[in-house]
């Protein structure tokens, strides 16, 4: 072996009993910290992605209960000529549709207390309103009285159905015409005594990437004139 070898090992081995220089360390901790925030950006990303795949499967169900519901209560809709002339001074059943409302008597209530005082008859009505929860936003709103009485756009519980909703639209099918009308109303004269035989609901709504998606329905109704008496 060599002088300078053997003056080399020395050196070597103090080097590495000192461990890293403060470049090293500076250098260790820049790839660290670098690979962290990548780490951190792709966590935060894959959370993103996750929170939107729920929130938008949850609009989609939300949507779609509401749609389910409203046609089952469209297809119980219903008038009776059975009523008190004493105490209402016109018929209480009644079907008043616009296009962007709707107030009807359905059979499709259902009670949810065993000893309630209630039928299977309501007053149902929807419509879009500001959304409480949510400042420049619409809902969905469902009103619900369980009795029938004289004043049918007045009282019972009013619940948010859906929210995000950009847009609603009902039509009414015209069996004598034979086309697609925006209004109905049981008050007027033309449909007195009768029901549209299907009703068509277009719903939109705006999802969380952004986009609006439409749902459409269309209901049935059952017995689309009062029963004689």
Known sequence: MSAGSAAASPRTAA??????????????????????????????SVDRANEIV?????????????????????SMAFLSKRFDG???????????????????????????????????????????????????AKALFRREKPRIDAEADRGGRRD??????????FQYWDQKRKEWVREWSTRSTEHADELPLRVKVELEVKLMDGRTE????????????????
Do not use: C
């Not at 609009?59 to 519901?69: E, K, M, W």
């Not at 008859?121 to 400042?135: C, F, I, K, M, S």
């Not at 439409?214 to 008496?229: C, D, G, N, S």
């Open 15 to 44: 080097r590495g009993r000192a461990g890293f220089t403060l470049i090293e360390v500076l250098i260790a901790l820049t790839i660290t910290a670098v690979v962290g925030a990548l780490l951190v950006g792709t966590f935060r």
């Open 54 to 74: 729920r929130d938008q499967g949850d609009r989609y169900g939300s949507s779609r209960v509401a749609l389910t519901r409203l046609a089952r209560e469209l």
């Open 86 to 136: 004493n105490q209402f001074r016109e018929r209480p059943t009644l079907f008043v549709g616009r296009e962007d409302t709707l107030l009807f008597t359905t059979m499709a209530h259902e009670r949810l207390w065993l000893d309630a005082r209630e039928s299977d008859q309501a007053v149902v009505e929807y419509g879009l309103d500001d959304d409480p929860a949510r400042r420049d």
């Open 160 to 169: 948010v159905v859906t929210d995000h909703v950009t847009g609603l639209r």
């Open 214 to 229: 439409k749902f459409v329905t269309e209901a049935r109704i059952a017995i689309t004139a009062p029963p004689e008496l």
